[in-house]
């Protein structure tokens, strides 16, 4: 089933009311990718002094329990741990192909998810100074499949993995398999399941298409069986969304934005409202963190903060409550 909501035209090219743009760093050089390290943002391209063919795909993680946060980054055909602080390279496997990874616990061991060549759920962790991995499920669809994050989906307390336009139930114990169900049937198309996905609190989560023009975004409640495809509700504006690469969510708002050239616009959807937040060079990292939105682009980083004080105060009328998906 699915509910369309159509909402205002959004104009982005300047700040409405509601957000200032505080902040708009040049990068230097092109970025290829971002990953958030707790407040800090890594971007290969500007951060890091990366040699090398970096692809856009990577996340952080804490590979050696010292403390910082390392990289997970693929440069050409190889997948690397840089180490920092001094972003020390070491191999963790060859014929690597990836633009999806988050840093996780699987099976009582931390280490590094991702869906290999769009198809190939994989983790990877380090045992006794080598690097081992386990492919956990293949998706076999018309569609690449993109888009990764751990959440608990069907109530029996153990983390479940949301991947593509699918989620993946967690087995009792590590010798058993998973299971796949579809949330949706974004499949039809070579690229349509290539996704940016965000959880909120609820449960219900938001995709969006990230390499599509136009780009649909929709919010997707779970039934009764969530084996079954979910209720989806989708979100519209005039004109309409293009290449979403930027999402992000809290109790009450989703946020997204364009990776579409000059004139990308961030957005708020909030209330029942679309609300101009600014417009980019293109962005493909979004985060919200102590009420600071931060968009990561090719050209720039910016940041955002509302114009007024306590904006999640009365006049949210609906907010949406639960607990949030766990972190890794």
Same mark, same amino acid.
């Given at each position: 089933?699915?509910?369309?909501?159509?909402?205002?035209? =959004?104009?982005?090219?300047?700040?409405?009311?509601?957000?200032?743009? =505080?902040?708009?760093?040049?990068?230097?050089?092109?970025?290829?990718?971002?990953?958030?390290?707790?407040?800090? #943002?890594?971007?290969?391209?500007?951060?890091?002094?990366?040699?090398?063919?970096?692809?856009?795909?990577?996340?952080?993680?804490?590979?050696?329990?010292?403390? &910082?946060?390392?990289?997970?980054?693929?440069?050409?055909?190889?997948?690397?741990?840089?180490?920092?602080?001094?972003?020390?390279?070491?191999?963790?496997?060859?014929?690597?192909?990836?633009?999806?990874?988050?840093?996780?616990? %699987?099976?009582?061991?931390?280490?590094?998810? %991702?869906?290999?060549?769009?198809?190939? =759920?994989?983790?990877?962790?380090?045992? +006794?100074?080598?690097?081992?991995?386990?492919?956990?499920?293949?998706?076999?669809? /018309?569609?690449?499949?993109?888009?990764?994050?751990?959440?608990?989906?069907?109530?029996?307390?153990?983390?479940?993995?949301?991947?593509?336009?699918?989620?993946?139930?967690?087995?009792?114990?590590?010798?058993?398999?998973?299971?796949?169900?579809?949330?949706?049937?974004?499949?039809?198309?070579?690229?349509?399941?290539?996704?940016?996905?965000?959880?909120?609190?609820?449960? &219900?989560?938001?995709?969006?298409?990230?390499?599509?023009?136009?780009?649909?975004?929709?919010?997707?409640?779970?039934? =009764?069986?969530?084996?079954?495809?979910?209720?989806?509700?989708?979100?519209?504006? +005039?004109?309409?969304?293009?290449?979403?690469?930027?999402?992000?969510?809290?109790?009450?708002?989703?946020?997204?934005?364009?990776?579409?050239? /000059?004139?990308?616009? #961030?957005?708020?959807? *909030?209330?029942? &409202?679309?609300?101009?937040?600014?417009?980019?060079?293109?962005?493909?990292? %979004? *985060?919200?963190?102590?009420?600071?939105?931060?968009?990561?682009?090719?050209?720039?980083?910016? &940041?955002?903060? *509302?114009?007024?004080?306590? +904006?999640?105060?009365?006049?949210?009328?609906?907010?949406? *409550?639960?607990?949030?998906?766990?972190?890794?």
């Amino acid at each position: 089933m699915t509910r369309v909501l159509v909402l205002l035209t =959004v104009t982005a090219t300047v700040c409405g009311a509601d957000w200032i743009r =505080v902040a708009r760093t040049p990068v230097r050089g092109e970025a290829r990718g971002a990953a958030f390290a707790g407040p800090d #943002v890594l971007t290969w391209g500007r951060d890091l002094p990366l040699r090398g063919s970096f692809e856009a795909g990577g996340c952080a993680g804490d590979v050696n329990e010292d403390g &910082r946060m390392d990289l997970i980054a693929q440069e050409s055909n190889e997948m690397l741990w840089l180490e920092a602080p001094s972003w020390q390279r070491h191999r963790i496997d060859r014929d690597a192909d990836f633009s999806d990874c988050l840093w996780t616990m %699987l099976d009582g061991r931390r280490g590094v998810l %991702l869906i290999h060549q769009r198809i190939q =759920v994989r983790f990877y962790w380090l045992e +006794s100074g080598k690097w081992q991995y386990r492919d956990i499920y293949s998706i076999y669809t /018309p569609s690449a499949q993109g888009g990764l994050l751990r959440g608990e989906v069907d109530g029996d307390g153990r983390e479940d993995i949301y991947a593509g336009n699918y989620w993946m139930q967690a087995p009792e114990s590590g010798d058993r398999g998973w299971r796949l169900f579809a949330l949706n049937n974004w499949w039809e198309q070579a690229r349509s399941a290539m996704l940016r996905i965000a959880i909120i609190r609820d449960g &219900r989560i938001v995709m969006a298409e990230r390499e599509a023009e136009p780009a649909r975004v929709a919010v997707f409640e779970r039934p =009764v069986d969530p084996k079954q495809f979910w209720t989806e509700t989708r979100l519209e504006t +005039s004109p309409p969304l293009r290449f979403v690469q930027g999402l992000t969510v809290n109790a009450v708002s989703i946020f997204v934005a364009e990776n579409a050239g /000059p004139g990308s616009r #961030v957005i708020e959807f *909030r209330d029942g &409202r679309t609300i101009g937040i600014g417009a980019t060079g293109g962005v493909f990292a %979004l *985060r919200l963190l102590n009420g600071e939105l931060t968009a990561v682009g090719a050209d720039a980083v910016y &940041r955002w903060r *509302r114009a007024t004080t306590g +904006s999640d105060r009365a006049g949210t009328k609906k907010p949406v *409550r639960g607990n949030k998906a766990s972190k890794p």
